[in-house]
């Protein structure tokens, strides 16, 4: 009996797995996420399942701290989430394990599209190409020269090459 429900398990896995669009975003909903700790614009630490999580907002990239507009982004993010419970939308998982997540705010409004709105931050192309409301929303920081913006500013990722931890 034990084999036959192995073989039926293993034939169900493998039909569905096959039959997953292998291009599709891996996407797991957490609506409880307790913010305990903020790092930067865009990083940030919640209680989740009863442990500490790590998570990265997907699709932007905020200035680091040392640079202009670091800690505006920061204090942004701060101002919003901590001590809040806010739903996470899993989208991936980076190289340091941290979960890559769009963060819906108690408001209901887009973390990560409201940082883009405000010039807080860059669209993250390389890691986001098609999130094509991100791109809007730059366009349009850009055009009312909000923010990052507002002058000529060294891009995040150029100058953690140059300014390697």
């Known amino acids: 009996m034990k084999r036959f429900n192995t073989k039926i398990f293993l034939s169900v896995v493998f039909v569905f797995l096959t039959s997953c669009n292998s291009t599709a975003v891996k996407r797991n909903d957490y609506p409880h ?16 399942n009863a442990r500490s999580e790590r998570i990265r907002l997907f699709g932007i990239d905020c200035p680091e701290l040392k640079q202009p507009y670091g800690q505006k982004a920061k204090a942004y993010t701060f101002d919003r989430v901590f001590q809040k419970r806010v ?22 409004e887009n973390l990560n599209q409201n940082l883009v709105q ?9 890691h986001a190409k098609d999130y094509r ?16 913006w507002s002058k000529s500013l060294m891009k995040p990722w150029q100058w953690r090459k140059l300014n390697p931890r």
């Open 133 to 148: 409301a991100l791109e809007e929303f730059e366009k349009e920081a850009r055009t009312n020269r909000r923010g990052v």
């Open 118 to 126: 405000e010039g807080l931050c860059y669209w993250y192309r390389q």
């Open 87 to 108: 739903q996470l939308i899993q989208r991936d998982r980076d190289k340091y394990d941290r979960l890559v997540a769009e963060v819906i705010l108690p408001t209901g």
């Open 33 to 48: 996420a307790l913010v305990t700790k903020v790092a930067d614009g865009d990083t940030f630490t919640v209680l989740l």
